[in-house]
């Protein structure tokens, strides 16, 4: 069908629902881009297609009210907090940085080579400058080893890492055992972890690296170093939030809750849970609030919580991100015209995902035995939506509008 000579900027109308030229352009670009492909009338129909599937899948869900669904309803949460700090963070850490010619050089050579490191750990700084001082005083390093470490392993091997490359790394502490010469020692760093004192050992190329392939990944590369500046400032900015905050702890509280997440027993919790557990700024949570925000963790967060100390450390993380969150509101970053517009393009996705996910949930046992049978399932759904809907295609201006 064509649309009436009036619209001439619009591509399709999906029951009332309009892609403009622009917009479709836009978003064209981007997946030809991103799936290597060129332009023509086969990709320009299957995009297409798929920005009307959205509409109508979108359609049956506020129809079928997914939206108040309460995974749904959840999740939206998780995506619009994440997002608002996503924005907040733009705002305050991720400003221009001036890269210069050695850094992105440098970074041109760690791409190209891996990196044999070892390291002292401690969780805070004044544990790290009492190990500087007894390496400093001439202490062997694998005894420093045996003394900071609790991982078997890192114990008996003298806090040996191995062999990395770019990226597999804390992007903090990689920027700074990058940039060491091998066999030089760094001073203390704080990392997302705690604190470090790095040994590079040895340093192995990858090949030899020709001026012409760094021209051609120089912006790439300015966007490396970009990344590892970013980071070690919002590391910065984090701490010296944290510090602003003045964090109180009960210790008795803080104890009981920690042997709560080792017992689970309801009955302990039912006398302790009303117990204020920390104090910042005008905030108060007792241990039954730190519990639900704890619930927001992912099993992996969870696992990573062994003692009292690592408990304390996750309760001020999370502290510091509600902290930002409501930075970010007072900021009114939740009112501006990106923020939402990007926000309503996420939960849209959130919610066609939610519609496919429960299309296949009957296939969940055993997905790839069944990718045939989820295919003509969607397929099926799609085509009853078909029916039930009025789309107009403009089909000489998908023909002929240049890219």
């Given at each position: ?152 392993l890192l114990r008996s091997n003298g806090g040996d890492l ?242």
């Open positions: 069908m064509s649309c009436s000579d009036n619209y001439k900027e619009i591509l399709a109308e999906v029951n009332g629902d309009t892609i403009s030229l622009p917009n479709f352009k836009s978003k064209y670009q981007n997946f030809l881009s991103q799936k290597y492909q060129n332009d023509n009338l086969s990709n320009r129909y299957a995009y297409l297609n798929n920005l009307i599937d959205e509409k109508l899948i979108l359609k049956y869900a506020i129809e079928n009210n997914i939206n108040n669904d309460s995974t749904y309803v959840l999740k939206s949460k998780e995506i619009h907090d994440q997002l608002l700090l996503n924005h907040y963070f733009d705002k305050k850490i991720n400003l221009e940085f001036p890269v210069n010619e050695l850094e992105s050089r440098n970074a041109f050579k760690w791409i190209k080579t891996s990196f044999h490191i070892r390291h002292l750990f401690s969780k805070d700084m004044e544990g790290i400058q009492k190990i500087k001082t007894r390496l400093d005083k001439g202490e062997n390093w694998s005894s420093l080893a045996r003394y900071c470490f609790q991982d078997t191995g062999w990395y490359n770019q990226g597999e790394l804390d992007p903090v502490f990689e920027w700074e055992a990058f940039s060491l010469i091998p066999g030089s020692i760094s001073d203390p760093i704080k990392t997302r972890n705690g604190y470090s004192i790095i040994h590079l050992i040895e340093t192995e190329s990858d090949g030899f690296i020709t001026e012409n392939e760094y021209q051609k990944e120089k912006s790439e590369l300015i966007d490396l170093v970009i990344n590892y500046k970013q980071q070690t400032r919002l590391l910065n900015f984090t701490d010296s939030t944290v510090a602003s905050m003045n964090v109180e702890f009960d210790s008795t509280a803080l104890e009981s809750l920690h042997y709560f997440l080792l017992s689970f027993t309801d009955e302990n919790l039912e006398t302790i849970k009303h117990d204020r557990l920390l104090f910042f700024e005008d905030v108060e949570w007792s241990i039954e609030e730190t519990l639900n925000k704890l619930s927001d963790l992912s099993s992996n967060q969870l696992s990573k919580i062994i003692n009292v100390d690592d408990l304390k450390k996750t309760i001020i993380g999370i502290a510091c991100r509600s902290k930002f969150l409501v930075d970010a509101k007072e900021n009114n970053i939740h009112k501006t015209t990106v923020f939402n517009r990007n926000l309503s393009e996420k939960l849209d996705q959130t919610m066609i995902k939610k519609v496919v996910d429960d299309l296949n949930k009957k296939f969940n046992n055993n997905i790839e035995k069944n990718q045939d049978k989820i295919i003509e399932n969607y397929f099926n759904f799609r085509e009853k939506l078909i029916l039930a809907s009025d789309i107009k295609i403009d089909t000489l201006l998908i023909k002929t509008f240049i890219m």
